[in-house]
């Protein structure tokens, strides 16, 4: 476990000579990484469910300088190129490095349909580097040396341990390729495998699904199949799987999947099975359990005052998958707030509220609760979450529906950064290098932070809190130097202002 610490510390105090020889070493060892995984030179085309897909044009802040432009911008409105070899991936735009519209193209003309990226607004982000291939891929496209972050780098190292790789199923060999894949099919940035890891510290995972008649109604998300609105119950269940799916490429010690009403139980460990073999166990079991359709009540205090008292002594991170107001109405709703404050050990028992409804109000007490409640987050749906993401973070930042599915996993143990999204502080570069896995140059990060005063300038004023907000002036060098925005003085008067509001 110490490892993992050193791993999750990275950020600050990894030393520099160590992480350029990890990187070499990283880069000798899957020289081959192409060759041997060519799913990943063309990778097939990704339409997430409840996704709109939508191109907008390209996006320049105010004051980003107009230098170095690798591509055009007129890239964004050419023709789509057909057959022949794929284009760069990567490209620097007005200095910025951005993914080349035009590989996107060439990528979706491929297969003829969907979208080559989870991301509407793929224009206007910074690019995802979500494997070993996709790193090697930009340093050969730009034509310069971007290297890792710091915590990429311990991390990568730390999956070269075997018995940490047993603990994955898999080998030292294989596990940076195998989890690569997965990465990839989501567009998990590299850098958020460090947060993943973290979830190895944990007796169990615990999955509390709202098995309510309500569950049964309609949600605002579409099946990824059928492409039609699906009920909150299938939407709990596609959800879990793709959790699940990422879980299996990760360390952890058991995963329970429990309800509300009935006494079923879906008990999951990893006996030593790859991730392919685990991954079809686990959805059978998870089928299995959700054929039967949602009909009772909603006594989610009950059930989280069960889960504490059962779970005392251990820790345990907790998902609570619901649509609505529990047993007891407002009453309850306090009084769950309540108990979460005052748990045991919260760090080491973080909650997650994952919402499974197109009617907010409902499950309004869900985000009430992460505003209160220490290592506590609240998650909706890709398509709600991403907009609020865009609306408080600005352009740059690519929420993938990877990077979604991780904070969903791991935000409620990250406050200060996964979790701290939406609290209108932007990123220091150091922070953002760390998740997105790539040490960026300034001129890129100088583009995140103007797309991040330029959301706040944007922001819609319904109180004097988005006025705050609206108006502070944030100093760009504090947070290009500073390791993480909490140590920066502005930033800690700006949240205590806030919080005399």
Not at 255 to 282: C, H, S
Not at 376 to 389: A, H, N, Q
Not at 453 to 479: C, H, I, S, T
Request: charge should be negative; glycine fraction near 6%; hydrophobic fraction near 35%.
């Amino acid at each position: 476990m110490g490892f993992l610490k050193k791993a999750m510390n990275a950020g600050s105090s990894y030393p520099a000579a160590q992480n350029r020889a990890n990187q070499q070493q990283a880069h000798a060892a899957h020289s081959n990484y192409g060759a041997q995984n060519p799913q990943y030179v063309q990778a097939s085309v990704y339409q997430p469910y409840g996704v709109p897909v939508a191109e907008t044009p390209a996006y320049q802040p105010h004051g980003m300088p107009a230098a170095t432009t690798t591509t055009s911008t007129n890239a964004y409105n050419a023709a789509p190129p057909t057959g022949g070899a794929a284009p760069k991936k990567y490209v620097k735009i007005n200095g910025v490095m951005k993914l080349n519209p035009e590989y996107k193209r060439w990528q979706e003309s491929q297969t003829g349909a969907g979208t080559a990226t989870s991301l509407p607004n793929s224009a206007q982000a910074l690019p995802v580097v979500s494997s070993m291939e996709d790193h090697m891929q930009l340093n050969s496209d730009l034509g310069t040396n971007i290297p890792l972050s710091e915590a990429t780098d311990a991390t990568i190292e730390m999956m070269q341990d075997s018995d940490f790789c047993a603990d994955a199923g898999m080998n030292p060999d294989t596990m940076v390729d195998e989890l690569g894949s997965v990465l990839s099919k989501y567009e998990v940035p590299m850098g958020l495998m460090n947060k993943l890891m973290m979830l190895s510290e944990f007796h169990a995972l615990e999955f509390i699904i709202d098995d309510s008649g309500s569950m049964q109604c309609a949600t605002d998300s579409n099946d990824p199949v059928t492409h039609r609105p699906m009920s909150r119950w299938k939407e709990a269940q596609y959800r879990l799987k793709e959790l699940i799916e990422i879980l299996a490429y990760i360390p952890f010690n058991q995963i329970v999947v429990e309800f509300l009403n009935r006494r079923d139980q879906v008990i999951l460990t990893r006996q030593g099975r790859a991730p392919a073999l685990f991954i079809q166990d686990a959805n059978s079991k998870i089928d299995a359990v959700f054929a039967r359709g949602p009909a009772g009540t909603t006594p989610a205090l009950e059930k989280l005052q069960e889960s504490l008292i059962k779970g005392q002594g251990k820790s345990i991170a907790r998902y609570f998958f619901g649509d609505g107001t529990p047993n007891g109405g407002e009453r309850a709703q306090k009084e769950i707030i309540n108990i979460l404050r005052h748990r045991q050990d919260p760090a080491a028992n973080p909650i997650t509220f994952v919402s499974c409804t197109n009617e907010d109000d409902q499950v309004e007490w869900m985000k009430d609760a992460e505003e209160l409640v220490p290592y506590c987050s609240e998650s909706d749906d890709y398509k709600d979450e991403g907009l609020e993401v865009l609306n408080d973070q600005g352009a740059a930042l690519p929420y993938t529906m990877g990077f979604h599915l991780v904070c969903t996993l791991v935000a409620a143990m990250n406050p200060d950064d996964l979790d701290a999204m939406d609290e209108s502080v932007p990123f220091t570069k150091n922070t953002l290098d760390n998740l997105l896995g790539i040490q960026h140059p300034e001129e890129s990060y100088r583009y995140y932070f103007d797309c991040f005063v330029q959301a706040q300038r944007a922001r819609k004023v319904e109180g004097p809190m988005d006025q705050l907000k609206k108006n502070v002036q944030w100093n760009y060098n504090d947070f290009l130097r500073a390791p993480m925005a909490k140590d920066i003085p502005q930033v800690q008067q700006f949240k205590q202002q806030l919080h005399n509001m």
